[in-house]
Nanobody
Framework: QVQVEESGGGLVQAGDSVMLSCVVS?????????MGWFRQVPGKEREEREC???????????YYTDSVEGRFTNSRENAKNTVYLQMDNQEPEDQSLYYC???????????????WGRGTQVTVSS
């Protein structure tokens, strides 16, 4: 059974940095999956999660939504079944519940990803 655990969220001030981690256990083919970071605000359904960043299976191709381009960095350590999201220069609009998911094919929509964790909350005070 695949388990996903996101961590690293918390209360930060605008302009601060925070790094999220996502550990995937139970999937021996982690290094064959693209990974994505998504965020979900209250009132939205899972399929409406906003894609923040994705990274391909090897880590050499990344995607960022426009609002985080240049501020967020997505990386992965396949030997540790772990994906990271470094979030710099936080803005109040970044406040959300952040999730990571895996996809055998990649993509930028939530329905292309599986094995979600429970998420980690990032709260940004201005």
């Amino acid at each position: 059974q695949v388990q996903v655990e996101e961590s690293g969220g918390g209360l930060v001030q605008a302009g601060d940095s925070v790094m999220l981690s996502c550990v995937v256990s139970g999937r021996r083919t982690f290094d064959k999956y693209a990974m994505g970071w998504f965020r979900q605000v209250p009132g939205k359904e899972r399929e409406e999660r906003e894609c923040v960043a994705t990274i391909n299976y090897s880590g050499d191709t990344t995607y960022y939504t426009d609002s985080v381009e240049g501020r967020f960095t997505n990386s992965r350590e396949n030997a540790k079944n772990t994906v990271y999201l470094q979030m710099d220069n936080q803005e109040p609009e970044d406040q959300s519940l952040y999730y990571c998911g895996g996809s055998p094919f990649g993509g930028a929509t939530a329905d292309e990803y599986v094995d979600w964790g429970r998420g980690t909350q990032v709260t940004v005070s201005s």
